[in-house]
C-alpha cells in the first residue's frame, strides 16, 4: 500500500512540475525577450516554501502543488511603464498565449523521447467476430472471420490500433484492407458513423485478436520525432472529434480533478517510463486546450480582453474591472476543482477506477 501510494505521488508531483514549468516558461521567456518586468516565477501556489532572488525576479517554490504563476508587472495597468499592458497588442498576445504553446511544443518532446525508449507493443491478428445488421461494415460488405489488415495505409498491429483509426477519421470515408480466408485481399470503403446504435461501434463490427504476442520496439531519433509531430496533430484531431461527439451524442465529458490525475498517473507509472511519458504529453496537450478556453482567470480569458480591446478600437477596460474579473474567475476555477476532487474521492472510495 505505501509503495503504491508514494508511486502515485513521486509519479504526480514530477509530472505537475514538469507541465507547469513548461507553461510558465513560456510566459516567462517571451516577458523577458519583450523586455517585460517577471516579479516572480513560481511553481505552486502560496504559502511559499522556498525562493531566492536573481535580478529584478524571484523565483519560488510553493506548498499548493495545483499550477504556477509567472507575476508580470503591470498586467491589467496600460500606465506602468516596462508593465505587460504597456506594450503593443501583439507582445501581449504572444506572452499571454506562449504558456499553452509551450504545452504544445512540449509533447513533441515527451512522445519523441517515448517513442525511443524501448518499449512494449501488442502484435496480433485482428479479426472481425460479428457485423451488425445494416451497418456501415456489411454494406461495404465486411464478413465475420475477416482479418483487418490495414486502415488508411496504415498497418493495424492490434485491436486498439483499429479503434484508433477508426474514431481519428468519424464521419469520413476510410479504406479498409481485409483478408478472406487468410488468402484473398479485398480492400472496401467504409464510412464511421458520429451517432451509432448502442453496442455497435462506429462502424458496426466487433473485433477479437488472435495469436497475440509482445514484441519490444523503439524508434530512432530521425523516425521517433517525425512521428511525434504527427501523433501531436491526431491528438488534437481526436480532441476536435470528441467535442464535436459531446453535441451529437448528448454525452458529458470525462472530468478528472488533481486526485484523479495523480491516480492515473500512478498506475500509468506502473507500466514503465515510455507509457508515463505519453501520458504526460496527453495531458500538455489538454492544459494547453484548457488554458486557452475563454474564461476569467485562464490565459484564454485574459486574451478575450485583448479581442474586446480591438473590438472597442483601442478602448480598454478598465484595470480594477479587469483585475476583479480575472480573481472572480480564478476563484471559481479553485471551487470547481474542489467539486471534481470530491467526486474522484468517491469515486475512489466505492472502489471505481478511471482506467478500463
Given amino acids: 500500500m505505501l509503495p503504491t501510494i508514494a508511486l502515485t505521488a513521486v509519479s504526480f508531483l514530477g509530472m505537475l512540475v514538469m507541465l507547469v514549468f513548461a507553461h510558465e516558461f513560456g510566459h516567462f521567456i517571451t516577458a523577458k525577450l519583450a523586455r517585460v518586468k517577471v516579479e516572480e516565477f513560481g511553481i505552486g501556489f502560496p504559502p511559499r516554501l522556498f ?3 536573481r535580478g529584478e525576479t524571484t523565483y519560488s517554490l510553493n506548498a499548493i502543488p495545483l499550477g504556477g504563476f509567472t507575476k508580470l508587472l503591470g498586467e491589467e495597468d496600460p500606465s506602468i511603464p516596462g508593465g505587460l499592458s504597456s506594450k503593443s497588442r501583439p507582445v501581449r498576445f504572444l506572452v499571454l498565449s506562449a504558456g499553452s504553446l509551450m504545452n504544445i511544443l512540449l509533447p513533441i518532446l515527451l512522445f519523441s523521447i517515448s517513442f525511443m525508449i524501448p518499449h512494449d507493443v501488442m502484435q496480433e491478428k485482428v479479426e472481425v467476430q460479428e457485423v451488425a445488421s445494416s451497418s456501415p461494415a456489411e454494406i461495404a460488405g465486411i464478413e465475420p472471420g475477416d482479418t483487418i489488415l490495414a486502415i488508411e495505409g496504415r498497418t493495424v498491429r492490434n485491436r486498439a490500433d483499429v479503434g484508433y483509426l ?3 477519421n468519424l464521419g469520413s470515408e476510410i479504406n479498409i484492407l481485409l483478408q478472406r480466408d487468410n488468402l484473398k485481399q479485398q480492400e472496401v470503403s467504409v464510412r464511421p458513423r458520429w451517432r451509432p446504435p448502442e453496442g455497435q461501434g462506429a462502424i458496426g463490427i466487433k473485433i477479437i485478436g488472435v495469436d497475440s504476442t509482445i514484441v519490444r520496439e523503439s524508434y ?13 496533430w491526431e491528438i488534437l484531431v481526436l480532441f476536435r472529434n470528441e467535442v464535436i461527439g459531446w453535441f451529437i451524442k448528448g454525452t458529458a465529458p470525462l472530468v478528472a480533478g488533481p486526485i484523479g490525475i495523480a491516480e492515473l498517473a500512478g498506475e500509468v507509472a506502473k507500466a514503465g517510463l515510455s507509457p508515463f511519458l505519453e501520458l504526460a504529453a496527453l495531458i500538455s496537450i489538454n492544459l494547453a486546450i484548457i488554458n486557452l478556453f475563454p474564461f476569467p482567470g485562464l490565459d484564454g480569458g485574459r486574451l478575450i ?6 473590438v472597442r478600437g483601442g478602448k480598454r477596460i478598465p484595470p480594477k474591472y479587469e483585475g476583479l474579473i480575472h480573481l472572480i474567475g480564478f476563484i471559481v476555477l479553485l471551487l470547481l476543482i474542489a467539486i471534481v476532487s470530491y467526486y474522484d474521492i468517491a469515486r475512489i472510495v466505492q472502489g471505481d477506477n478511471l482506467l478500463p
Avoid: G, N, Y
Fill in 51 to 53: 525562493s531566492f532572488k
Fill in 166 to 168: 477508426i474514431q481519428l
Fill in 220 to 232: 530512432p531519433v530521425w523516425k521517433a520525432v517525425p512521428s511525434a509531430l504527427v501523433h501531436c
Fill in 305 to 310: 480582453f485583448l479581442a474586446l480591446e480591438v
